[in-house]
């Protein structure tokens, strides 16, 4: 499972700092490209903040926060995955804070000053770049592993799924009563 974690991880840092390089040389934020029909725009922009340029003047603090998230993450969560559906969730959640936290790093204006580039823009909402799609779909995931499956982070099972309670209640309903005055052997 640390293999998928891994891979995922990987592969997604190296898809948002790639697609980072080539919107930086290619788009001009002054003329941004419209696709589909006005579904999608890539406007460039380099934000200091956090999601909706929260906290413009945290970058730093944004820095160490995801440093702090990765290194739990390959820390604590990495050694304990023993689910394919949990390390695509985390090897996701890695790339995204990564991703981010790469720019924060090395990008202008300096280090752990560094503003993300961020540059796919949707009607009525966010800029955003690919690392913000990694962790979007990594707590999604997680969400829908923890809260709706009820899988934990090493494969366990919490709890029934309520689909199963409802299909044990009809089975019980199902059964014959137990109750003496219902046998048909009983004198009235």
Known sequence: MRLILA???VGGLLIDQLSKIIAVRTLDPYDPPVL???LLTLRLIRNPGAAFSLGENF????ALLAL????FVLIKLAPKVDHPGWAVALGLLVAGVSGNLMDRLFR???F????VVDFFQLPHFAIFNVADICITSAAVLIMVLAVVKNVGIEGEHYGRPERQVEEDSVTESAEPATDPSDRPDREL
């Open 108 to 110: 202008e204006p300096g």
């Open 68 to 71: 702090g998230v990765v290194s």
């Open 59 to 62: 970058t730093i603090v944004f």
């Open 36 to 38: 589909l029909g006005g």
């Open 112 to 115: 752990l000053h560094g503003h």
């Open 7 to 9: 891979a995922v991880a």
